[in-house]
């Protein structure tokens, strides 16, 4: 079938099911289906399939944007199951520049490891199980963009409004991007007064409390136990918020030695490593398992009744690697039967951030996602390079502010803003540049530890988290310019 726009002529083949919603849009359904397209080699976005996958816009004139020469690197920061050195594609969606300003986009709204292999010819859709449904979009940038998050809001959002920070959380301290695991209760308490004052609404103690990754007790450095921990920040009148990996275990944990059978295998029967971080590699519970869901559901349970009210669920991506699993569910589906017992079992009122999150699959689950790689006090990372889901501010910004468009569905976590000029090798002009991102993204959170912060930086997160709390109006004018509260604040010249 021809879909004859101003702009040429585009022709899709192999589908199963082509109908025009209206003038612009159309659903079309297949399991592998193809567009022809008359822009030759243009500009298309590339959309990654993970929280901390390269996405930006790229042109079909280079090489492929991607984790160049890193093959090891593939199975956390990129899908190591569809990545290729030759092949341009983007997970999720995808779109092509034409001319005058026209934009063609193709989505996924209900499909299982949506994938888009694009050409100067053609883009090729495909999904892992059975039928897909997709969107094909026609406008402006902003009107394609804007109709497919419409889509999908209608699709995935009709049974729970997820929460949003801006209302439930308040910026939010993260112990991360200063103390990363070296946390201990002192610290972390140390913290809580000045949070405050400094117009925080949430503490959030990330990686460094646990005994080990999959053995989720507090370790040492939390004597006392965590509870005790976020009875002090509530009594502040604070939000308690933890990190957890929650898929994912590393060897020798309890969990991993007594019930290996719950964790993901290959065809040989040997257990899947899904990552390496903590200097080991790591394994992922495999959810066509019930038992899984048990095991997952009680831990969850139990953390939850410390006090917790928010919860960032890291290395989530591991449970949609690929591996055997009970009669061939699908590695995505997989993935979502995991959030959706996280959410059941610990309810609506608690907000849900992923991190290492599959995009696509979260959908409806999510309240938030990180949308960009690890930030850190740099900008650009030399032992890195070729890596743009290294941590690096220029990672961080050009992946989160090419993803805004999702705002309708979940909110958008840019990563930390920088304030401090101790143990940070960023200049005030970049640090002004992160607290302007996590405006533009509406999701304010910063790990500069009060202590670490001359007075006039604290005065500018002062001014910061209360320009957050009054809601500041936020309208995006290009790829990377946006006007906040009627300011101009364009970060294309840095990206
Ligand atoms: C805690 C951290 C922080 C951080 C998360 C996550 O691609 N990687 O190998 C990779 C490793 C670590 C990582 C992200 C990616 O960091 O994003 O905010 O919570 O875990 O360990």
């Keep these: ?18 109908v025009p919603l209206n003038t612009s849009d159309y659903l079309i359904t297949g399991t592998s289906w193809k567009l022809s397209h008359p822009w030759g080699a243009t500009e298309y976005y590339r959309h990654g399939w993970n929280s901390w996958t390269p996405t930006r816009w790229w042109t079909l004139r280079r090489e492929p944007w991607r984790i160049w020469d890193k093959p090891a690197r593939a199975l956390t920061a990129d899908d190591a199951a569809t990545d290729t050195p030759t092949e341009h594609h983007s997970s999720m969606v995808t779109a092509l520049s034409g001319p005058e300003g026209r934009t063609l986009l193709i989505g996924a709204v209900h499909a299982s490891s949506p994938l888009l292999r694009i050409t100067a010819e053609e883009v090729a859709a495909s999904a892992e199980a059975g039928e897909a449904s997709w969107l094909v979009s026609i406008g402006t940038e902003p009107q394609a963009f ?17 929460l949003r920070a801006a209302e439930t959380l308040g910026p939010v301290w ?24 400094l117009g925080y609404g949430t503490i959030q103690i990330d990686d460094g409390w646990e005994r080990r990754v999959g053995d989720w007790r507090a370790n040492a450095k939390f004597a006392a ?12 009148g604070l939000k308690a918020g933890l990190w957890v990996a929650p898929f994912i275990a590393l060897p ?3 969990v991993v030695s007594s019930y290996p059978e719950l964790f993901l295998h290959n065809a040989d029967g040997s257990l899947t490593v899904t990552g390496n971080n903590w200097g080991e590699n790591y394994y992922a519970l495999d959810f066509s398992k019930p038992q899984s869901h048990d095991w997952l559901a009680t831990t969850m349970s139990a953390i939850q009744s410390w006090g917790v009210d928010m919860f960032k669920l890291d290395f989530i991506y591991a449970a949609a690697v690929a591996g055997e699993r009970t009669g061939g569910m699908p590695r995505e589906d997989a993935y979502r039967s995991g959030l959706e017992t996280i959410r059941a079992a610990l309810g609506d009122e608690v907000y849900l951030l992923g991190s290492g999150a599959v995009i696509n699959a979260s959908l409806g689950v999510l309240d938030g996602v990180r949308v960009g790689p690890d930030t850190a006090p740099y900008w650009d990372n030399s032992e ?16 989160s502010l090419s993803r805004t468009w999702l705002k309708p569905l979940l909110d958008c976590d840019p990563d930390v803003a920088y304030f401090r000029t101790r143990g940070s090798l960023l200049s005030p002009e970049v640090n002004a540049l992160t607290a302007e991102a996590a405006l533009a993204c509406e999701f304010a959170q910063c790990s500069c530890p009060a202590a670490w912060l001359s007075d006039e930086e604290k005065a500018a997160v002062r001014a910061w988290t209360t320009r957050f709390r009054g809601a500041p109006e936020v309208r995006q004018l290009g790829r990377y310019r946006f006007e906040i509260n009627g300011e101009i604040i364009d970060f294309d010249p840095y990206l």
């Design 384 to 399: 890195r390079v070729r890596d743009p889901s290294g941590p690096a501010v220029v990672n961080a910004l050009r992946n």
């Design 225 to 236: 136990g965590m509870p005790d921990v976020f009875a002090k920040i509530h009594d502040a």
């Design 1 to 18: 079938m021809d879909i004859h726009t101003d702009s040429g002529t585009f022709t899709v083949h192999g589908a199963s099911a082509v």
């Design 252 to 254: 020798d944990t309890p």
């Design 174 to 197: 993260s112990s991360w991007y200063s103390w990363f695991e070296e946390i201990t209760a002192e610290i972390i308490t140390a913290e809580i007064a000045p949070a405050r004052e």
């Design 146 to 162: 804007g109709r497919y998050a419409g889509v999908l809001k209608e699709e995935y959002l009709g049974e729970r409004t997820p």
